[in-house]
C-alpha cells in the first residue's frame, strides 16, 4: 500500500464510516457512536484504520480524508438524528487538520448550514497529539468549544502528562485507554487507576467514556466506579450507517444503575464539609475586624447549589422511589443551614469557641445525611447485581455478531 493508493480511495469514494455505540451505564441507552473510518475495497476486503491512516500521517493525505469524510459525516447524523435526536456522534481528528483555522472553520459552517445541534458532534484527538501540539493548533481548535462543540481526549492515560494536558485544553470528554481498561481486573491497582481517573473527571466536571469494554465483569466494575458512558465489542462491534440504525431502533436497554454516583456523592459531602470548617477555623483565629471574615473561599452554602444538591436534583433523581434517598434531603438541608449560620457567625468575628458548638451540631447532621447516602449505595449494589444478573439470565443481552457480517 502507498499514497497513491489512498488517492484512489478518496476519489472512487470507497472509505466509509462505521459506527460504534456508546451506552449510558445512567439510564441503560445508547447515546451516540463513535464514527470509525472503514476502507471497502472493489475485492470485497475491508481495511482497516490502523493500516492506512498512520502512512496518511506522515503526509497531508490524513487533510484530504478529513476534508472529503466530513460532509459524510455530517449527512449520516442527519439521518441518525431523524431516528433519535438526543444522539451524539464524534469522529477522530488529526492535528494536521487543526494546523491552521480553515479546518474549524468549515466544521461550524458546514454544520450551521445543515442546521444541525452543536450538541450532536464531539471531536476526538488522541492524548498523544495533545502532548505534541503547540500553542497554535490549539488557537485553532479553540473555536470548536467556543461554538458548543465539544471535544474529547482519546486514548487518557497513556501519556506522561496527562493532568497538564487537561488544564491547558478545553476538554470536555476523556475517553479512558481500552488498555487501562482491560488491565482493570488483574489488580486492584489497575483498578484505581480507573477509579481515580473517573472521580478527577468527575471534580472537573468532564465526561468520562470507558473504551474497550469487553466482559461483563469490566461493565460491572465501570458501573460501580462512577462511569457513565462505555462502549466496546462486549456493547457492539462498529456497525456500518444500516446496522448502527437498525441497532438504535431496537432500544436495546442494558443493566445500569448509577450506584458509582452514589459513591461519588458521599465524598462530594466529606469533602464540602471540610471545605468549611477548614474556613471557617482559619477565620475564626484570625482579629474580629479582619477583612478576610467578610469574604470567605466558603464553597456553596445553598443545599441546591453544592455537588451532593446537584446530584440530588439530577441524577439522583434515578433513585426517588427509595426511602433512604426521600429521608436525604432533610438532614442535608438543615446541615446546609447550620453552615450557613457559621458562615455568618464568622463574619460577626466569632472565635473557635464560639463555633464549637455549632461545628458538632454541622457534624451531627452530616453524620445522618452519610448514613442515609450509605444506606443507599447498599441497597442500589444488592439490587444492581440481582437485576444484572436476572438481565442476563433472561438473554436480554444482544448478540455481537462480526464487523464485516
Same mark, same amino acid.
Given at each position: ?14 472509505? !466509509?464510516?462505521? #459506527?460504534?455505540?456508546?451506552?449510558? /451505564?445512567i ?8 464514527a470509525?473510518?472503514?476502507?471497502h ?6 481495511v ?6 498512520p502512512l ?13 469524510m ?13 431516528i ?15 494546523h ?8 461550524? *459552517?458546514?454544520?450551521?448550514?445543515a ?34 462543540i465539544?471535544?474529547? %481526549?482519546?486514548?487518557?492515560?497513556i501519556? #506522561? ?22 488491565? $482493570?481486573?488483574?489488580? *486492584?491497582?489497575n ?9 478527577m ?9 470507558a ?5 461483563n465483569?469490566? #461493565?460491572?466494575?465501570?458501573?460501580e ?7 466496546g ?5 462498529p456497525?456500518?450507517?444500516? +446496522?448502527? %440504525?437498525? =441497532? ?8 445500569? $444503575? ?10 462530594? &459531602?466529606v ?7 477548614s ?13 478576610? +471574615?467578610?469574604?470567605?473561599a ?10 451532593l444538591?446537584?446530584? #440530588? +436534583? ?10 433512604? =434517598?426521600?429521608?436525604?434531603e432533610?438532614?442535608?438541608?438543615? =446541615? &446546609?443551614?447550620?453552615?450557613?449560620? /457559621?458562615?455568618? $457567625? ?19 447532621h452530616? %453524620?445522618? !445525611? ?6 443507599l449505595?447498599?441497597?442500589?449494589? =444488592?439490587? $444492581?447485581?440481582?437485576? &444484572? ?7 436480554? &443481552? ?8
Amino acid at each position: 500500500m502507498n499514497e497513491a493508493d489512498i488517492v484512489a480511495a478518496i476519489n472512487k469514494n470507497e472509505l !466509509v464510516f462505521y #459506527y460504534q455505540p456508546k451506552v449510558s /451505564l445512567i439510564t441503560g441507552k445508547v447515546i451516540g457512536a463513535e464514527a470509525l473510518l472503514r476502507w471497502h475495497r472493489p475485492d470485497g476486503v475491508v481495511v482497516m484504520p490502523d493500516e492506512f491512516i498512520p502512512l496518511a500521517e506522515r503526509s497531508t493525505l490524513v487533510c484530504d480524508i478529513t476534508r472529503h469524510m466530513f460532509p459524510k459525516l455530517l449527512k449520516d447524523l442527519l439521518v441518525l438524528l431523524d431516528i433519535d435526536g438526543s444522539l451524539t456522534v464524534s469522529f477522530n481528528a488529526s492535528a494536521r487538520d487543526f494546523h491552521n483555522a480553515f479546518f474549524a472553520r468549515t466544521v461550524i *459552517e458546514q454544520m450551521a448550514d445543515a442546521q444541525l445541534p452543536v450538541g450532536s458532534l464531539q471531536v476526538e484527538l488522541t492524548e498523544t497529539v495533545t502532548l505534541e501540539s503547540g500553542d497554535t493548533i490549539r488557537s485553532h481548535i479553540q473555536p470548536l468549544h467556543e461554538a458548543g462543540i465539544s471535544l474529547a %481526549m482519546d486514548d487518557f492515560g497513556i501519556g #506522561y502528562s496527562s493532568l497538564d494536558t487537561l488544564s491547558k485544553w478545553p476538554f470536555t470528554t476523556i475517553k479512558l485507554d481500552k488498555g487501562i481498561v482491560g488491565r $482493570m481486573l488483574d489488580s *486492584e491497582k489497575n483498578a484505581t487507576i480507573v477509579e481515580s481517573s473517573v472521580r478527577m473527571a468527575h471534580e472537573l466536571g468532564i465526561n468520562v467514556v470507558a473504551e474497550g469494554v469487553e466482559n461483563n465483569a469490566q #461493565y460491572q466494575r465501570l458501573l460501580e466506579s462512577g462511569c457513565t458512558k462505555v462502549q466496546g465489542f462486549w456493547i457492539s462491534r462498529p456497525l456500518p450507517l444500516e +446496522r448502527f %440504525m437498525a =441497532f438504535v431502533k431496537e432500544d436495546i436497554r442494558w443493566s445500569g $444503575m448509577p450506584i458509582g454516583l452514589i459513591h461519588m456523592a458521599i465524598i462530594d &459531602h466529606v469533602q464540602w464539609r471540610k471545605q468549611l470548617v477548614s474556613e471557617a477555623a482559619k477565620l475564626a483565629v484570625m482579629p474580629k475586624d479582619a477583612p478576610q +471574615r467578610q469574604f470567605p473561599a466558603a464553597p456553596p452554602l445553598s443545599c441546591d447549589e453544592c455537588r451532593l444538591g446537584l446530584w #440530588y +436534583r439530577g441524577q439522583g433523581q434515578f433513585f426517588r422511589s427509595r426511602r433512604a =434517598f426521600q429521608e436525604l434531603e432533610q438532614p442535608h438541608c438543615d =446541615f &446546609h443551614e447550620v453552615g450557613k449560620r /457559621l458562615m455568618e $457567625m464568622v463574619a460577626l468575628g466569632a472565635n473557635l469557641d464560639e463555633l464549637t458548638p455549632y461545628l458538632r451540631e454541622l457534624s451531627g447532621h452530616s %453524620m445522618q !445525611v452519610l448514613n442515609k447516602l450509605q444506606e443507599l449505595e447498599n441497597e442500589g449494589l =444488592f439490587d $444492581m447485581h440481582s437485576a &444484572h444478573e436476572q438481565w442476563l439470565a433472561h438473554e436480554l &443481552h444482544p448478540s455481537r455478531q462480526p464487523e464485516t457480517a
